[in-house]
């Protein structure tokens, strides 16, 4: 058995009489993609805080394959990481900062640190203070998945980008998965820990609700769909995982669905449709769908 990439044993963090980390035991395998999926406060950062060696475990500990989490200066040559709020020196470049930042890690592939460049569009030649955030989020990515670190930890690594830039960021995660590397990821969004995750854990107010994989996820939550037709409306009510129809315009249904999209497809297919939305769930949806409760 190969050793895990990440492990948690009973990692505990209290801040006061906040417990912001209640016991989690995890471990992420070696090659995958995994994604720390939790509501805002849920204890996703802390987490990630602890997996870093920035914050000391109240409880228990983390552990970077054979190494403790705690013994920074070994761990860190192991990891590579993107802080939720990147802070960056204001009056360097972007490229005199992926540069110092190279220097300190475990080692940067200078040609593919060029291609990630290319790929996020960032001007390296700009003084830092300059950028937006997402710019700095750019700069922070870049510097990770440039190193030859076996292991990514990113905490909402996506929040700043815009949706073209996050498809690149999701082609950069699958590239890094090809090369056997792991990926740690933090979100709040599904949409995001959907498009590139193997398994997700999630957390509810401290605590690890369960974990999954994103195959599993997606046959279990309901996304709501809208469609408008001509002539008459697509015949839904006998349809396999779909529910809630409801006629919300004079030649528009909504509805949800949950599990395999075919038998709603077949119908719809049989149908004039003029035109089709789909909003996947938000987070705090899928919540209160699986535990019947919306979450800290
Ligand atoms: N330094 C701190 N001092 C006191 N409480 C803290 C501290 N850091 C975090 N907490 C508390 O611990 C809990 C978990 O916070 P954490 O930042 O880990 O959540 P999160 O899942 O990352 O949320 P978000 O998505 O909003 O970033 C929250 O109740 C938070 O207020």
């Given at each position: 058995m190969q050793l895990p990439a990440l492990r948690a044993e009973n990692l505990t963090k209290r801040y006061g009489r906040v417990l912001?980390?209640?016991a989690l035991d995890l471990e992420v395998r070696a090659g995958e993609v995994f994604g720390w999926l939790g509501p805002n406060g849920a204890g996703k950062s802390t987490t990630i805080r602890l997996l870093l060696g920035l914050a000391r475990p109240t409880a228990g500990r983390a552990m970077v394959f054979h190494v403790d989490a705690a013994d920074v200066t070994v761990a860190h040559h192991l990891l590579a990481h993107v802080p939720a709020d990147v802070a960056l020196w204001?009056?360097?470049?972007g490229g005199e900062i992926l540069d110092l930042l190279g220097n300190t890690?475990?080692?940067?592939?200078l040609k593919y640190r060029a291609e990630l460049i290319e790929r996020f569009e960032l001007?390296?030649?700009?003084?830092?203070?300059?950028?937006?955030t997402g710019n700095r989020q750019k700069v922070a990515l870049i510097a990770a998945f440039a190193t030859r670190a076996p292991v990514l930890v990113l905490d909402?690594?996506?929040?700043?980008?815009d949706p073209l830039m996050e498809m690149q960021f999701r082609r950069v995660v699958m590239r890094a998965r090809a090369d056997g590397r792991t990926v740690f990821l933090s979100s709040h969004r599904l949409a995001d820990v959907e498009a590139v995750c193997d398994r997700v854990g999630i957390l509810r107010a401290g605590r690890l609700a369960e974990v999954t994989t994103v195959g599993e996820l997606r046959t279990r939550h309901r996304t709501r769909i809208t469609v408008t037709y001509d002539g008459d409306p697509p015949?839904?009510?006998?349809?396999?995982?779909?529910?809630?129809?409801?006629?919300?315009g004079p030649s528009a249904l909504t509805f949800t669905v949950s599990g395999p999209p075919g038998p709603m497809l077949r119908e719809l297919a049989a149908t004039e449709i003029t035109a089709i939305s789909v909003r996947e769930p938000t987070l705090e949806e899928v919540f209160v769908d699986y535990y019947g409760t919306a979450a800290r």
């Open positions: 912001a980390l209640d204001p009056r360097m470049t890690g475990p080692g940067v592939d001007d390296p030649s700009r003084v830092a203070g300059t950028y937006s909402e690594p996506t929040s700043g980008l015949d839904l009510g006998w349809a396999a995982g779909v529910d809630d129809i409801e006629q919300t």
